[in-house]
């Protein structure tokens, strides 16, 4: 896990961050869209506030840009491994993103779980009740302020991609990490001896510089 080869490295680094480029836009679309299509209906303060379902989706949405901002960070960091301040910000954003992915990803499993459980009549919180038990599988009988169709399958069909694709967001981020304790020398990677090739080959390049330098005064 800690190894790092100096030559292919920064190559599946790369691949790594447009990854999660990719998919935390995917997960971010797709909680804006549970959002505006379901969750802005339960989620205004009232007197019955679906607490899980915003959470939930508050979280999906801000994993979604963090995996934005890490995957951003990767890309840099694999076209500048002696960048010192690089390296500690793939360390910090990938351990953040990989801890909130793993969160939305609980959360997500949870409200999922909550709304299977109770035939989704969370979903239907603002709505009246006139003869049977609120039930979001068949809304027919509630009159509520907004549209009931087919809301409990939206919902799932949207929640269910959105946690595999948080579960992903975390392991990519997880990658991420090791590599920059890889590159930072830090336990458990500490043995990887990445960071003394960079700074071998640091020293080297003012070195090796110079002495073009000179060969080619000499030329002229």
């Not at 999660?20 to 971010?28: C, E, K, M, Q, W």
Request: proline letters at 4%; charged letters at 15%.
């Amino acid at each position: 896990m800690c190894s790092f080869d100096k030559e292919k490295g920064p190559g599946r680094l790369m691949k790594k961050g447009l990854i999660l480029i990719l998919v935390g836009h995917i997960n971010f679309i797709l909680g804006a869209i549970v959002h505006g299509s379901v969750l802005r209906h339960i989620s205004k303060p009232s007197q019955h506030i679906s607490t899980e379902y915003t959470v939930a989706n508050i979280i999906s949405v801000t994993s979604g840009l963090l995996s934005i901002a890490s995957g951003i960070t990767a890309i840099v960091v694999s076209r500048n491994l002696h960048k010192i301040k690089l390296q500690i910000g793939l360390l910090v954003s990938s351990f953040l993103n990989a801890l909130l992915s793993a969160a939305c990803c609980v959360g997500l499993l949870l409200a999922i779980s909550i709304t299977i459980a109770q035939n989704g009549s969370g979903l239907m919180y603002g709505c009246n009740d006139t003869v049977v038990p609120i039930n979001a599988r068949s809304p027919v009988s509630a009159q509520c302020p907004f549209d009931t169709t087919r809301i409990y399958d939206t919902t799932l069909a949207l929640w269910i991609p959105c946690a595999l694709l948080s579960a992903a967001e975390a392991g990519l981020s997880l990658w991420c990490f090791i590599v920059g304790l890889a590159l930072r020398g830090l336990a458990p990677c500490g043995k990887s001896y990445i960071k003394e090739q960079l700074e071998e080959e640091a020293e080297r390049s003012p070195q090796t510089r110079r002495l073009i330098g000179k060969h080619l005064n000499t030329q002229a």
